[in-house]
Structure formats: structure tokens, C-alpha cells
């Protein structure tokens, strides 16, 4: 079982800054994938920034350029740094990890129950 910690969220300014962290802990074998994804009023979940346990990332378009994902594998831990935040980007950020329980079974994922971002003057 994986148990997930989300901080950061809140009110912020359009051209502001945010930092989101996501800490996983529980009983697994290895984490892969950690990142974020989001949600917005009558809008589908979409994938805001993800990187792998290798290192390699990936981004939403709307986000590229002004977000920056990186992860503390010591601590488990995934950050997302938004800059320039527009309103357009208000939604409830959600922490997504992938993870093995055990080293010979598949890989699953994993949500947590989200942080709200408003950005608003």
C-alpha cells in the first residue's frame, strides 16, 4: 500500500510562483514514474509534468517553458515549480505515482486526492 502526501497548493497571482511536493512512503518494492496531473471544472484530467526513475521527463504543452518537475528518489518525493502562472491553470493538481509492490509483479498507479491552485488577480 502506498500512501501519498500532497503540500503546496493555493491562491497566487497571475505571473506567480508555486511549489507542489509529493511524498510517497508505504510498502513497495520500487517507484517509477512520479509526477502531476490536473483537473479543472468540466475538463478531463490532463497531464501536467511526469518524470521517470531514470530521470527523463515529460510535459504538457500548455505548461512547457513555465513549469519544472524534478523528484527526490531518496525521499520519494516529487516537486513541481510553476512559474508564471496564468488562470488558465487553476485546477486540483493531482500527485501520480507508478509503482511495483513487489518485484515480480506489474507496475500500478497510484493518485492522490489533489491540491487546489487558483490563480486569480
Known amino acids: 500500500q502506498v500512501q501519498l502526501v500532497e503540500s503546496g497548493g493555493g491562491l497566487v497571482q497571475p505571473g506567480g510562483s508555486l511549489r507542489l511536493s509529493c511524498a510517497a512512503s508505504g510498502s513497495f518494492f520500487s517507484i517509477n514514474d512520479m509526477g502531476w496531473y490536473r483537473q479543472a471544472p468540466g475538463k478531463e484530467r490532463e497531464l501536467v509534468a511526469e518524470?521517470?526513475?531514470?530521470?527523463?521527463?515529460n510535459y504538457g504543452d500548455s505548461v512547457k517553458g513555465r513549469f519544472t518537475v524534478s523528484r527526490d528518489n531518496a525521499k520519494n518525493t516529487v516537486f513541481l515549480q510553476m512559474n508564471l502562472l496564468k488562470p488558465e491553470d487553476t485546477a486540483v493538481y493531482l500527485c501520480?505515482?507508478?509503482?511495483?509492490?513487489?518485484?515480480?509483479?506489474?507496475?500500478?498507479?497510484?493518485w492522490g486526492q489533489g491540491t487546489q491552485v487558483t490563480v486569480s488577480p
Open positions: 518524470m521517470t526513475d531514470g530521470g527523463n521527463t
Open positions: 501520480h505515482v507508478q509503482f511495483r509492490r513487489l518485484r515480480w509483479l506489474a507496475k500500478s498507479d497510484y
